[in-house]
């Protein structure tokens, strides 16, 4: 009789069901509270194209962009820039031509940089380049490095990396 009554109580015990989230079925969440309790449709679950895994990781993938700064500090003072290209030396190419074709005979690369944002100040008798996670950072930046008065920024842009995936 006793190996019964334990054998009954093993497999009672094994047998127990366990509701979590509120007991709700799959694809549903607990909804309410203070006593009073629903259970409320996940939303996209189960929809075609949804096939997220919940709690899955996800894969992204970003791809590097590059952007450049040429100026003729000396003659013209006339900028060269370009942005969001695949290398440093597209960037730095398309700069020098873009400053060239202004009409310098001058033009000096002063930055290259990826996945940032890069700001120009002039001041009266001297230029500051500086680069930053943003664009006001970047212009915060070269303002404070251009440490004159007349200090403008006089371009400003950004490269930042772009999600593919």
Same mark, same amino acid.
């Given at each position: 009789m006793k190996s019964k009554f334990t054998l009954a109580l093993l497999v009672t015990t094994f047998c127990i069901q366990a509701y979590a989230e509120? $007991?709700?079925p799959p694809g549903t969440v607990p909804q309410g509270g203070q006593g009073t309790t629903g259970c409320?449709?996940?939303?996209g679950y189960g929809q075609p194209g949804n096939r997220a895994i919940p709690g899955a990781p996800l894969n992204v993938t970003f791809i590097e962009r590059w952007g450049a700064v040429a100026l003729d500090a000396q003659e013209t003072h006339n900028i060269g820039a370009s942005h969001d290209k695949a290398s440093r030396a597209e960037a730095e190419q398309i700069a020098m031509k873009n400053c060239?074709?202004? $009409?310098s005979k001058k033009c000096e690369l002063v930055s290259a940089y990826s996945n940032r944002c890069v700001a120009v100040a002039k001041a009266d008798t001297h230029y500051s380049v500086a680069t930053n996670l943003t664009k006001p950072e970047a212009e915060k930046t070269v303002l404070?490095?251009?440490e004159?008065?007349?200090c403008k920024v006089?371009?400003?842009?950004?490269?930042?990396?772009k999600r593919i995936q």
């Open positions: 509120g $007991g709700c409320m449709p996940i939303s060239l074709d202004l $009409g404070g490095l251009c004159d008065a007349s006089v371009y400003s842009q950004c490269s930042l990396a």
